[in-house]
Nanobody, 117 residues
Framework: QVQRMESGGGSVQAGGSLRLTCAPS?????MAWFRQAPGKEREGVAN????????YYVESVKGRFIISRDNPKKSVYLQMNSLKPEDTAMYYC?????????????WGQGTQVTVSS
């Protein structure tokens, strides 16, 4: 079984953008992006239905982040715009129970996002 991997993180200034990629995704499952800042618990950020038609965002990223998926490529993306220092965290993706942030798989290594003011 191929290990799921997250990529695309980096260091940007506030107001900048990054696009994260998660592959391979589970095409028959809801997928979600999570993040964990130092000293804080992991939190769900956004999730997307298997067909990509339904998405959900937590309030703190609504209007700035866009989750999408490409099932033929078995990939899920997180476009992050207008980044803020408080978005600094390790970002992870995982298949989840439908319409929740209950992860169904082990965590990958994640990708670090650092936003400077």
């Amino acid at each position: 079984q191929v290990q799921r991997m997250e990529s695309g993180g980096g260091s940007v200034q506030a107001g900048g953008s990054l696009r994260l990629t998660c592959a391979p995704s589970k095409v028959t499952s809801y997928m979600a992006w999570f993040r964990q800042a130092p000293g804080k618990e992991r939190e769900g950020v956004a999730n997307i239905s298997p067909d990509g038609g339904t998405t959900y965002y937590v309030e703190s990223v609504k209007g700035r982040f866009i989750i999408s998926r490409d099932n033929p490529k078995k990939s899920v993306y997180l476009q992050m715009n207008s980044l803020k220092p408080e978005d600094t965290a390790m970002y992870y993706c995982a298949p989840v129970v439908a319409r929740t942030f209950d992860a169904l798989d082990v965590w990958g290594q994640g990708t670090q996002v650092t936003v400077s003011s």
